[in-house]
Structures are given as C-alpha cells and as structure tokens.
C-alpha cells in the first residue's frame, strides 16, 4: 500500500533528501520510496507514485513529501521521526559536535569573513537572488542548482568584472585547494591543472591522474552550459587564464563536449603559452586541436596519461591507444565471447556517469552495430522508449526520466537495480556494462547499493545455464570516504570483469559483442 506525508516547512538539499531516501528503504515493509520537495514537477512524481493526496495538492515548494509504498501502517511514524532526527542533526554522525546556522549569507560572511566559496544548492527558483548575494560579498561560487541561460550568463558576467569563478549552474564536480566540492572524488595535490564543462570527465581524469601518482592543483568544473554561444565561455576561458598565471599548475587540461565554433575558436587564441594543453573535447575535431598547438587525446583515460607524462618531462607518445587497446583484449574477449550462447550477441552499457556514456558511444559506435542510447549523441539510434534497451544499447541512467523523484545515480547507484536485472532477464544479452563513482557525498556502499541486481544475475545464469558477461569501471580513488579496493574484490567475488578506465570497459564490452 502507498502510504503519503506532507512535512510543512522541512525544506531540503539534495544531499539530505539522499540520506533520507537511504533512510526510508530501511525501515520495515518499505518497498519503494519517494522523497521529494513539494515542486510542481516532483508533484507529478508522486502521482504517478500513487501517492497523491489533498495535502499533496497543497503543499509548498518549502515542504517535504514522503510517499512509502510499504505493508504496515506505523511506518509513517517512524519515517516521520527519522526525517525529523535528520534534518535535526541528531544522527550519530553528529552528535557533540557544534553546530551554528546563520539564516542569511551576509551574517555567516560576517562572523566568517575568509570564507571565500559559497556553495549553493536549492530550487532554481531561488538560485539567482543567493548567487547574486554571494558574489556582492565577494564569494566564488560552486552552484549545483539549475539555472536558465539568461541568469547564468548574468552571474558570469557579475563574477567575471570581479575577478571571482562561478563553477555551474548544475555543476557536479571540483577541487579547489586540495578540497572537493559536489559529487568528487578525494584527490592529492599536484601539478595537473584541469578545467571542465563535464563531470564526470572531470572525476574521470583527477582520478586517473591520481591513480597515476601525480595529483591536481586545481579542478575547476564550470557546469556544461559554459560553453555554449551565449554563455561564450566565460568560465572556461577565465581558468584558462588562472592556470597559465599559476606557478603550481605545469600542465593545462580541458574536458568538455565540442564547443560552439566561436567558443572553440577563443580557446584556442588563448591557450597558455608558457606551458602545455591538452584537449578532450569528446567526439571533436582532432586536427583542429592539434593546429592549435595542444594535445588531443582519444579517451578522458589517454588525457590523464598525456599530463602525467608531460609533468615528468615526457612528449607524449604518438600512438592509436584505442588500436592498442583492442588489440591488447582480443584475447579476453575471444574467451568471453566464447562463453556465450549463440543467442546472446547483444551488450547493454548503464551508466552512472553522464560523459562516461557519452566516451563509450564515441568509441564503440564505429565497430559495434546496432547501437541505440537514450542520449542523442555520436552515431547511434535514439531508443524510441527509454525503459526498454534494444540489441546494443548504451544509456545514460542520469537522464531525467529515471531521476523523476529520485537520487542521481552518481549519488546512488541503486537505481541501476531494477535495469542490470530487466537486462539480465533477456535472453540475447551477453555483456552488461556499468560504472560507479565515488567520493564525497556519494552512497557509502555503492556495491552495496547495487547487489541485488548482482545476486539475481548469479542466479539467472545458474537456473538458465548460461554466461553473463559484467564489465565494470570505478572512478575512485585510494583514498576516498569508501573504500574502493574492498569495493572492488566484492565485485570481483560476483565475478564482474573490472577495468581501470570507463574507456578501457566499454572496449571490452565492445569487442565481446562486436
């Protein structure tokens, strides 16, 4: 049965609604729940939950909502409790530790006056005004709301006069003096400097360049938007320049889609002089990279190799690393393949990360057909319905379909459960591939998260007779919140084949169904 509650004025942030969540799929007979502030938009979400009610109708963009779909009726009261202990900072976590809150920006610069980022996190609708507050006291901004493009290229250009950065809106990822912000990987200093309208391509390299053994001086995500016309780069261009003035950064790295053409060309006029770029713009135009005098890598994983060569005084081979590459898993692949019913020709890719689906169009489009994604992006088919895969498919589980009312499954990777095991299910499937993403604020179990799927797929190929080949990447470091080496054996102990780099996976998989 769904079971609903409306909490007036118990406004959130996305990382406590996450916790909540968490908390909710806990507590006893809860099958599925909803967590969501009472928008319009997440209105919907319970609706289509089954868990619209008068009070839901009525509710508040400052209220919570909870929708349970559990089998006893005093769970509400536990779940009512539970959201209240949160929000409270009574959890174990928390307790004797000192706690202030200020109730307006200015009062909490006022009694902290080094404080000099201003993290903003809230519906949309309220973004602006708090932007525009923190940039009047002289605060860079890390924004993850979302932002329309006139109220971003305001704040830039606000930031821009004064000197300050402005890393999003919607942005996920950075690293700033050695502290990670958003959805981010815990990363060593070093002499990598690397600015990125991507993510997930930002986590991608800091963490390759750390696995490395080098480290970054700073990571500055400008949310993916920066690069667009309007916006024209704003961000972009002014860490280029930060970086090139930097005495700590030897090494320059960009990360982003293609950007417009007259974006592209004003990196290009200003990329340092006085020492090296490379550029990953991801399914862009190499010779046009390489005309500008950079470097142009064919993977986020060969960006990272470059950098880390060209710290230690190394030119950078000129080589194929994808040829290479695939050469290097015809032998595994073969066996792989090998293992697999007649029948089971088809791979399905499900990705946490948003630039991780992207990188893997981009490299398996050329040689693996059939290929459908959710996403359009690369050579591929868009899937007509985003919830059924067909023959290959490659999809971007953060799309905003899936995420209705949910975690993003970079926060929480639980939501793949469902799809590894509808994916699984298919007779013609021989390979699942998938990533995870660690760091700060992210799910402390990420395997955890996922299990489930993994324990049904060691059960479908017993009771079927037959071979599911997993691939998977992690993004993480050795010294992240959770600990990715014994994340790693677990997987290992379901038999899951793991890669180094979200590129290297996706080739495998490739190859196995190709």
Same mark, same amino acid.
């Given at each position: 049965?769904?079971?609903?509650?409306?909490?007036?004025?118990?406004?959130?942030?996305?990382?406590?609604?996450?916790?909540?969540?968490?908390?909710?799929?806990?507590?006893?007979?809860?099958?599925?729940?909803?967590?969501?502030?009472?928008?319009?938009?997440?209105?919907?979400?319970?609706?289509?939950?089954?868990?619209?009610?008068?009070?839901?109708?009525?509710?508040?963009?400052?209220?919570?909502?909870?929708?349970? /779909?559990?089998?006893?009726?005093?769970?509400?009261?536990?779940?009512?409790?539970?959201?209240?202990?949160?929000?409270?900072?009574?959890?174990?976590?928390?307790?004797?530790?000192?706690?202030?809150?200020?109730?307006?920006?200015?009062?909490?610069?006022?009694?902290?006056?080094?404080?000099?980022?201003?993290?903003?996190?809230?519906?949309?609708?309220?973004?602006?005004?708090?932007?525009?507050?923190?940039?009047?006291?002289?605060?860079?901004?890390?924004?993850?709301? /979302?932002?329309?493009?006139?109220?971003?290229?305001?704040?830039?250009?606000?930031?821009?006069?004064?000197?300050?950065?402005?890393?999003?809106?919607?942005?996920?990822?950075?690293?700033?003096?050695?502290?990670?912000?958003?959805?981010?990987?815990?990363?060593?200093?070093?002499?990598?400097?690397?600015?990125?309208?991507?993510?997930?391509?930002?986590?991608?390299?800091?963490?390759?360049?750390?696995?490395?053994?080098?480290?970054?001086?700073?990571?500055?995500?400008?949310?993916?938007?920066?690069?667009?016309?309007?916006?024209?780069?704003?961000?972009?261009?002014?860490?280029?320049?930060?970086?090139?003035?930097?005495?700590?950064?030897?090494?320059?790295?960009?990360?982003?889609?293609?950007?417009?053409?007259?974006?592209?060309?004003?990196?290009?006029?200003?990329?340092?002089?006085?020492?090296?770029?490379?550029?990953?713009?991801?399914?862009?135009?190499?010779?046009?990279?390489?005309?500008?005098?950079?470097?142009?890598?064919?993977?986020?994983?060969?960006?990272?190799?470059?950098?880390?060569?060209?710290?230690?005084?190394?030119?950078?081979?000129?080589?194929?690393?994808?040829?290479? /590459?695939?050469?290097?898993?015809?032998?595994?692949?073969?066996?792989?393949?090998?293992?697999?019913?007649?029948?089971?020709?088809?791979?399905?890719?499900?990705?946490?990360?948003?630039?991780?689906?992207?990188?893997?169009?981009?490299?398996?489009?050329?040689?693996?057909?059939?290929?459908?994604?959710?996403?359009?992006?690369?050579?591929?088919?868009?899937?007509?319905?985003?919830?059924?895969?067909?023959?290959?498919?490659?999809?971007?589980?953060?799309?905003?379909?899936?995420?209705?009312?949910?975690?993003?499954?970079?926060? /929480?990777?639980?939501?793949?459960?469902?799809?590894?095991?509808?994916?699984?299910?298919?007779?013609?499937?021989?390979?699942?591939?998938?990533?995870?993403?660690?760091?700060?604020?992210?799910?402390?179990?990420?395997?955890?998260?996922?299990?489930?799927?993994?324990?049904?797929?060691?059960?479908?190929?017993?009771?079927?007779?037959?071979?599911?080949?997993?691939?998977?990447?992690?993004?993480?470091?050795?010294?992240?919140?959770?600990?990715?080496?014994?994340?790693?054996?677990?997987?290992?102990?379901?038999?899951?084949?793991?890669?180094?780099?979200?590129?290297?996976?996706?080739?495998?998989?490739?190859?196995?169904?190709?």
């Amino acid at each position: 049965m769904i079971k609903t509650i409306v909490m007036p004025n118990c406004y959130m942030d996305s990382i406590l609604i996450l916790s909540v969540s968490r908390e909710m799929m806990k507590l006893p007979t809860v099958h599925k729940a909803v967590v969501v502030m009472a928008t319009d938009m997440n209105k919907t979400v319970v609706d289509e939950f089954g868990g619209m009610t008068p009070a839901v109708r009525n509710a508040g963009p400052n209220d919570l909502i909870l929708s349970l /779909d559990c089998d006893r009726e005093d769970v509400m009261k536990m779940a009512e409790e539970k959201v209240k202990e949160i929000a409270g900072g009574k959890s174990s976590s928390n307790q004797g530790e000192a706690e202030v809150e200020y109730r307006k920006l200015p009062a909490a610069k006022s009694a902290m006056p080094e404080a000099n980022i201003c993290i903003i996190s809230l519906p949309s609708e309220y973004a602006l005004d708090e932007a525009k507050t923190a940039l009047a006291n002289d605060m860079n901004l890390f924004i993850f709301s /979302d932002m329309d493009e006139d109220e971003e290229l305001e704040i830039k250009q606000i930031a821009h006069e004064k000197g300050l950065f402005v890393m999003g809106p919607g942005a996920g990822t950075a690293v700033i003096n050695g502290v990670s912000l958003g959805l981010m990987s815990k990363i060593r200093r070093g002499k990598v400097g690397i600015v990125a309208a991507s993510g997930s391509g930002l986590q991608e390299v800091a963490v390759l360049v750390h696995n490395m053994g080098e480290g970054v001086s700073q990571a500055i995500g400008t949310g993916g938007h920066d690069l667009r016309e309007k916006i024209g780069g704003i961000m972009f261009l002014q860490a280029i320049d930060y970086f090139t003035n930097d005495p700590e950064t030897e090494v320059v790295v960009m990360v982003s889609k293609p950007p417009h053409p007259s974006v592209a060309k004003k990196i290009y006029e200003n990329l340092p002089k006085n020492k090296p770029s490379v550029i990953f713009f991801l399914g862009g135009n190499a010779e046009e990279i390489k005309a500008a005098g950079a470097y142009a890598p064919r993977t986020l994983e060969e960006a990272a190799i470059m950098a880390v060569d060209l710290v230690n005084g190394r030119i950078p081979a000129d080589k194929d690393i994808v040829a290479e /590459d695939k050469a290097a898993f015809a032998k595994l692949a073969g066996e792989e393949k090998a293992r697999l019913a007649p029948a089971q020709k088809y791979m399905r890719g499900l990705f946490c990360g948003g630039t991780h689906s992207e990188e893997a169009v981009t490299l398996l489009q050329e040689f693996v057909p059939n290929m459908h994604s959710n996403i359009a992006f690369g050579k591929v088919d868009l899937l007509e319905d985003r919830y059924q895969s067909l023959e290959n498919s490659l999809v971007d589980m953060g799309d905003e379909v899936f995420t209705k009312g949910k975690p993003h499954p970079v926060m /929480d990777p639980s939501i793949l459960v469902d799809r590894m095991i509808q994916e699984a299910r298919d007779p013609e499937v021989g390979v699942i591939l998938f990533d995870l993403l660690y760091g700060h604020a992210i799910h402390p179990d990420p395997v955890g998260a996922i299990e489930d799927a993994l324990k049904e797929i060691k059960r479908i190929e017993k009771e079927e007779g037959r071979h599911i080949c997993v691939i998977a990447s992690l993004c993480g470091t050795d010294i992240e919140p959770q600990n990715v080496a014994e994340q790693a054996a677990r997987l290992e102990e379901y038999g899951v084949i793991l890669q180094p780099s979200n590129a290297k996976a996706a080739l495998l998989a490739g190859l196995i169904v190709s």
